[in-house]
């Protein structure tokens, strides 16, 4: 999937996909890495995740002192 570059966008979806499953293949030389599609559906689930996980944290109330 991620030795070719990709033909069109279900390709560079579905690299995209591989690369959010495993990120490692990111440190790889993959013509895929390269493509603009599949860099920003990475870049937009990372900050959907990300954004996930704030706004998780924010609803919760976490005490920062030992309860009484």
């Given at each position: 999937m991620v030795q070719s570059p990709p033909a069109g966008v279900q390709d560079a979806l579905a690299s995209a996909a591989a690369f959010?499953?495993?990120p490692y293949l990111l440190l790889g030389e993959f013509p895929a890495v390269r493509d603009p599609i599949v860099i920003g559906a990475?870049?937009?689930?990372a900050l959907t995740v990300a954004w996930s996980g704030f706004r998780y944290i924010d609803r919760r109330e976490y005490s920062l002192v030992e309860p009484v």
């Open positions: 959010v499953i495993c990475d870049l937009c689930v």
